[in-house]
């Protein structure tokens, strides 16, 4: 499910598009808009996943979208594509081996939206039986529009996403796809980022399921790593 990879950040783009100041960055390609703060760029790894990074290395995680042809035949709406996936990916962390994962926070209730879009939510850590490489974290979001569903994740390591979850949430938050809300404004952004690192902290549990009263409870020892996220395999949900 995860790879990791060390030393420098190691790209593979069929291209690249840097944008350097904020900016309102609009993709027609893959239908969505985002607001991306100073010094962030997005780079074009396929025609149907692009990444989003910090040039300055500050928030060193990797943020991506994904997007996916829906299969009509298997899902019937858009909204059965985002709850299957979320139960495909909560699924291939439970029963992963090595690494191990742990969903520490999951939401797939009516409240969460992408935009106006129904969306799902999870957050997890993992565990590599490799000691010296540690632990690391993914925040991840589903949702679908149309004939196409969307994968949205940071990943980093479990450090950088403890100090960091509401940069990165908000960001990903703060796309929208298809139709819909306007773009996030830098101002309201900023407000998001705050309300984020409230409302994630207190619903994260331990591997054993106690309540965790922050983030900062989940900081390892991986910082450093450049961790490469694979494909969520799909399910049918009937």
């Given at each position: 499910?995860?790879r990791?990879?060390?030393g420098?950040?190691?790209?593979?783009?069929?291209?690249a598009?840097?944008?350097?100041?904020?900016?309102?960055?609009?993709d027609?390609a893959c239908?969505?808009?985002m607001y991306l703060?100073?010094?962030?760029?997005?780079?074009?790894?396929?025609?149907?996943?692009?990444?989003?990074i910090?040039t300055?290395?500050?928030y060193?995680?990797?943020?991506s979208?994904k997007?996916y042809t829906?299969?009509t035949?298997?899902?019937?709406?858009?909204?059965d594509?985002?709850?299957?996936y979320?139960?495909?990916?909560?699924?291939?962390v439970?029963?992963?081996?090595?690494p191990?994962?742990?969903?520490l926070?999951s939401n797939?209730?009516?409240?969460?939206?992408q935009?106006?879009?129904?969306?799902?939510?999870a957050?997890?850590?993992?565990?590599?039986s490799d000691?010296?490489?540690?632990?690391?974290?993914e925040?991840?979001r589903?949702?679908a529009?149309?004939?196409y569903g969307?994968?949205?994740?940071a990943?980093?390591?479990?450090?950088?996403?403890?100090k960091?979850?509401?940069?990165?949430?908000?960001l990903?938050?703060?796309?929208v796809?298809?139709?819909?809300?306007?773009?996030?404004?830098?101002?309201?952004?900023l407000?998001n980022?705050y309300?984020?690192?409230?409302?994630?902290?207190?619903?994260?549990c331990?591997?054993?399921?106690?309540?965790i009263r922050?983030?900062?409870?989940l900081r390892?020892?991986a910082?450093?790593?450049?961790l490469q996220k694979?494909?969520?395999?799909?399910i049918?949900l009937?």
């Amino acid at each position: 499910m995860t790879r990791v990879f060390f030393g420098e950040f190691f790209f593979i783009l069929i291209c690249a598009a840097a944008l350097f100041a904020d900016t309102t960055l609009v993709d027609n390609a893959c239908n969505y808009r985002m607001y991306l703060p100073d010094n962030w760029v997005r780079e074009v790894y396929s025609d149907t996943q692009h990444y989003f990074i910090d040039t300055t290395y500050i928030y060193p995680a990797q943020l991506s979208l994904k997007r996916y042809t829906i299969d009509t035949a298997m899902y019937k709406t858009a909204d059965d594509w985002t709850r299957a996936y979320f139960l495909a990916y909560k699924l291939s962390v439970l029963y992963s081996v090595d690494p191990s994962g742990v969903v520490l926070y999951s939401n797939g209730d009516t409240t969460v939206k992408q935009g106006p879009l129904p969306a799902t939510e999870a957050y997890s850590v993992f565990f590599s039986s490799d000691t010296s490489i540690g632990s690391w974290a993914e925040y991840i979001r589903f949702t679908a529009y149309g004939k196409y569903g969307y994968e949205l994740y940071a990943i980093s390591d479990t450090a950088d996403m403890s100090k960091n979850i509401g940069m990165y949430a908000a960001l990903l938050q703060g796309i929208v796809i298809g139709p819909g809300d306007h773009i996030i404004s830098p101002r309201m952004f900023l407000r998001n980022v705050y309300k984020i690192e409230k409302d994630l902290a207190p619903l994260l549990c331990d591997p054993l399921g106690r309540r965790i009263r922050g983030l900062a409870a989940l900081r390892g020892r991986a910082t450093g790593m450049y961790l490469q996220k694979n494909s969520t395999p799909a399910i049918l949900l009937r």
